[in-house]
T-cell receptor, first 113, second 115 residues
Framework: GAGVSQTPSNKVTEKGKYVELRCDPI?????LYWYRQSLGQGPEFLIY????????DSGLPNDRFFAVRPEGSVSTLKIQRTERGDSAVYLC???????????FGPGTRLTVT | AQKVTQAQTEISVVEKEDVTLDCVYE???????LFWYKQPPSGELVFLIR??????QNEISGRYSWNFQKSTSSFNFTITASQVVDSAVYFC????????????FGTGTRLQVTL
């Protein structure tokens, strides 16, 4: 079946602009996670959704970052007033249940110039 | 706090050699899960294995095997008879057992297998 998909695959934006990154999880997966991976590092947790609600947003670095999952399926990660330090690959993962392994999408590479 | 350490930044082997990737973890939780993921050059993380903290049996899957030792907080990964297609970055990760199990990743080990 179809895996986790993320759009766009690449996004270049200017410092100070607003961006939205989209994640389409595996059908039927109730748990959805966002991670950020900087060059040469492992992914770092940002936020976790169970259904429509954000069950854990402890990894969001500041209030410029926000994510939604209004219908319990597709999720959007929103970044306001982007900074060059936000440049990274943003990964989305989904799981049929929080206690199961997570399946990752291909990521969105965000470059802030 | 949870922490995963992968001390080997990069390993190079010749095809058909065996190679072991080390993973050491820290957690105060009594029950937890350990994972290995593979990130090939294409970039997409591929799930390899999940291990529960109360199950210390070693596991073998084809050319892959995992050695979990709670006494040393290690969860090492061995590839037998490595192949060029094994070239990738490998990540070890840790999560709490139960719900809301966000993953804490190590920094990864880049494995280069050459002919």
């Amino acid at each position: 079946g179809a895996g986790v998909s993320q759009t766009p695959s690449n996004k270049v934006t200017e410092k100070g602009k607003y961006v939205e990154l989209r994640c389409d999880p595996i059908s039927g997966h109730t748990a959805l996670y966002w991670y950020r991976q900087s060059l040469g590092q492992g992914p770092e947790f940002l936020i976790y959704f169970q259904g429509t609600g954000a069950a854990d947003d402890s990894g969001l670095p500041n209030d410029r970052f926000f994510a939604v999952r209004p219908e319990g399926s597709v999720s959007t990660l929103k970044i306001q007033r982007t900074e060059r330090g936000d440049s990274a690959v943003y990964l989305c993962a989904s799981s049929p249940d929080p206690s199961y392994e997570q399946y990752f999408g291909p990521g969105t590479r965000l470059t802030v110039t | 706090a949870q922490k995963v350490t992968q001390a080997q930044t990069e390993i190079s082997v010749v095809e058909k050699e065996d190679v072991t990737l080390d993973c050491v973890y820290e957690t105060r939780d009594t029950t937890y899960y350990l994972f290995w993921y593979k990130q090939p050059p294409s970039g997409e993380l591929v799930f390899l294995i999940r291990r529960n903290s109360f199950d210390e049996q070693n596991e073998i899957s084809g050319r892959y095997s995992w050695n979990f030792q709670k006494s040393t907080s290690s969860f090492n990964f061995t590839i037998t008879a490595s192949q060029v297609v094994d070239s990738a970055v490998y990540f070890c990760a840790l999560s709490r057992a139960g719900t809301a199990s966000k993953l804490t990743f190590g920094t990864g080990t880049r494995l280069q297998v050459t002919l």
